[in-house]
């Protein structure tokens, strides 16, 4: 049985939906199967601009803790896709996910040098 992992997760300038926390939740998991050794989770869902012409823009910032380490990825892409709030939330964790595996294969790398 795994243990959970501590998530915060907020909503500015947009209301708090039940299907975009199921969606975070989902892929905390994910992360967190990625990544044992992850402590600590926050997740920011952000609409940063509402327009009719252009569409609602949102961004994504997650912060990470690692033993020994924080990483901080947001995701605000630069594809139409910023326009709708879960494919940003999809990539701001491939994103996450990508870069927690890269850090955790250098720390395997260094240790086994050592």
Do not use: C, W
Not at 27 to 47: K, T
């Amino acid at each position: 049985m795994s243990v959970a992992l501590p998530l915060s997760l907020s909503f500015h300038n947009i209301e708090a939906s039940d299907a975009l926390r199921a969606l975070v939740e989902e892929r905390s998991q994910h992360l967190h199967e990625v990544a044992p050794e992850l402590q600590n989770l926050r997740v920011v869902i952000d609409e940063q601009h509402r327009s009719h012409l252009h569409g609602n823009h949102f961004q994504v910032h997650l912060e990470l803790s690692l033993p020994g380490q924080r990483l901080a990825v947001s995701h605000d892409g630069p594809s139409r896709s910023h326009e709708n709030a879960y494919a940003v939330v999809r990539e701001a964790f491939a994103n996450a996910t990508r870069r927690v595996r890269k850090t955790l294969d250098r720390r395997h790398a260094h240790r086994a040098r050592a």
